[in-house]
């Protein structure tokens, strides 16, 4: 795969293709052989078609012309009769055979109220409504290790070298805890270094984040931007993940065991 920005990768593609994704370094970063098991574990794809709201909500913000060719918003069906229960299998059987999801007019509700929220707040209304590439393909080699490595940022605004990621919390006021949980610092690092290897300039990479749950009538809507040591200790992380990918593979030896150790109060159980 060559070293550009290209923006006619199906996501099947993107996912199935060269390159070692920010996902993949979270597997590297926990054990390395989940980064061999994740690629060749067997997939139950009859529960992949249950409902993603984070999908959901992605796709209908900023992809809603391709909403109503993924999902599949039914009229409510009374399960409890014979006759709603045969339509709900009908419906099944289309959503499998279309490869579409089937969402609750509930959901479907929510989902909109949550993208009314998000277009409330100015600077999100800004990202989504301006001119830029959902779901790009990003390809570039590590200066350090040489690794085609790959990203797929949910919005790039190429005119003002910004790149946006859509976030969904069900507990937003702890999104700073869960960010390093997640290693969002790690993937802001990654996506921001890529762009920039490709188009020469440091983009300014934002966190759009919308609740899932509701808060006083409202889903709260709130943009970060992680600060210079947050990216630094990101940057760090993931070249850290990189060599240890390089290794292994030149080795190939993917280490498969983790260390196990006791929680905190054990530990001061222990010591009492």
């Not at 762009?195 to 808060?215: A, C, D, H, R, Y």
């Not at 065991?257 to 010591?271: I, V």
Request: glycine share 4%; charged share 25%; proline share 4%.
């Amino acid at each position: 795969m060559k070293q550009g920005i290209y923006y006619d990768i199906s996501n099947e593609d993107y996912h199935g293709g060269e390159g070692v994704s920010k996902s993949q370094l979270d597997f590297i970063e926990e054990s390395p052989a989940l980064y061999q098991w994740v690629k060749n574990a067997p997939v139950d794809k009859s529960k992949m078609s249950s409902l993603d709201m984070g999908t959901a909500f992605h796709c209908l913000l900023l992809e809603p012309d391709e909403f109503k060719n993924r999902f599949i918003i039914p009229k409510p069906i009374n399960l409890r009769t014979n006759a709603g229960k045969s339509e709900y299998q009908e419906l099944l059987k289309q959503a499998e055979e279309s490869n579409q999801t089937i969402i609750t007019s509930e959901d479907y509700k929510k989902l909109l109220l949550m993208r009314d929220s998000a277009m409330a707040h100015p600077l999100a209304k800004w990202i989504i409504e301006e001119q830029g590439h959902t779901e790009s393909s990003i390809y570039w080699n590590d200066i350090d290790t040489h690794i085609l490595c790959r990203c797929r940022p949910d919005k790039f605004i190429e005119k003002f070298n910004w790149v946006a990621d859509i976030k969904t919390s069900a507990d937003i006021d702890r999104f700073y805890a869960h960010s390093y949980d997640y290693r969002y610092h790690v993937q802001d690092s990654f996506y921001s270094d890529g762009v920039q290897s490709i188009t020469g300039e440091k983009p300014t990479f934002v966190f759009l984040v919308v609740s899932t749950t509701i808060n006083c009538g409202r889903y709260p809507v709130k943009t970060f931007m992680l600060d210079e040591a947050a990216k630094n200790i990101g940057r760090q992380a993931y070249k850290a993940n990189l060599f240890r990918f390089k290794q292994c593979t030149e080795d190939n030896n993917f280490p498969a065991l983790q260390t196990l150790s006791l929680p905190y109060w054990a530990k001061e159980l222990k010591n009492e």
